[in-house]
Nanobody
């Protein structure tokens, strides 16, 4: 089992950057596929990005592709999401999630595929 805590959210101007962190506690962090999801007010939670155990395989939603970078430091039990060129439509609560399923390619974009979730961190982009 793993516990997840997000941080790094806040208020940022459009065009700016933000780095979100997801700290994991528990065992065998390096064996979890990790992902970021987000949920805007009045909308469903949506997939943002996913990274495999060793960090060698990543996948991004079209809405953030070329603006976001997902990474992880298994020695620190931490995952990151660097977001650049932020837009007002990036405003949402951002959640990290974990699963023991190994995912590659376009796999593991569904919320139901993840077993563990953090409480979320709020990102507000002002235009």
């Amino acid at each position: 089992q793993v516990q997840l805590v997000e941080s790094g959210g806040g208020l940022v101007q459009a065009g700016g950057s933000l780095r979100l962190s997801c700290a994991a506690s528990g065992r065998s962090f390096s064996r979890y596929t990790m992902a970021w999801f987000r949920q805007a007010p009045g909308k469903e939670r949506e997939f943002v990005a996913r990274i495999t155990w060793g960090g060698g395989d990543t996948y991004y939603a079209d809405s953030v592709k070329n603006r976001a970078t997902i990474s992880r430091d298994n020695a620190k039990n931490t995952m990151y999401l660097q977001m650049n060129s932020l837009k007002s439509e990036d405003t949402a609560d951002y959640y990290c999630a974990a699963t023991t399923t190994y995912c590659s390619g376009t796999g593991c974009q569904g919320r139901s595929q993840y077993d563990y979730w953090g409480q979320g961190t709020q990102v507000t982009v002002s235009s």
